[in-house]
């Protein structure tokens, strides 16, 4: 039996909503992580936390390349591209930053980096789908 592809179908789902889709579900698992972490439980994820909070970078920034492909928000996009690197870059340092007892103040500022993260990814996302027609 032939399968027949028809080249003008849409896809069901597009790069944008698989991102947008990744995003939300890293960022829950990153913070179920993270906050098992805090606890003193889970250490020996740390190093799939930082993979997938790479690939929710990466994610990210896919998102806010799609935005600004379509045309639209690209100072957003831009924000959220620096904000990516930021995360990154926080979360690879974070275990050298403030060490002792301070060290939670590393560990929030952390949190809300990615946290800021989501509704500007939910943004662009929207921005990046084409207008529907009125």
Excluded: C
Excluded at 108 to 119: E, F, G, I, Q, T
């Amino acid at each position: 039996m032939a399968v027949i592809i028809d080249p003008n179908a849409t896809p069901t789902m597009s790069i944008t909503k698989a991102l947008l889709m990744f995003v939300r579900l890293a960022f829950v698992v990153q913070l179920v992580l993270g906050i098992a972490f805090w606890a003193g439980s889970l250490l020996d994820y740390v190093g799939i936390h930082q993979m997938l909070g790479s690939l929710f970078v990466v994610a990210l920034w896919g998102i806010a390349i799609m935005a600004m492909r379509a045309g639209r928000g690209k100072g957003l996009a831009i924000g959220a591209i620096v904000l990516g690197l930021v995360i990154a870059g926080f979360g690879s340092a974070q275990a050298k930053i403030m060490v002792g007892d301070m060290h939670w103040v590393v560990r929030v500022a952390h949190l809300v980096l990615a946290a800021a993260a989501m509704p500007i990814a939910e943004r662009l996302a929207r921005m990046s789908e084409p207008a529907s027609p009125r």
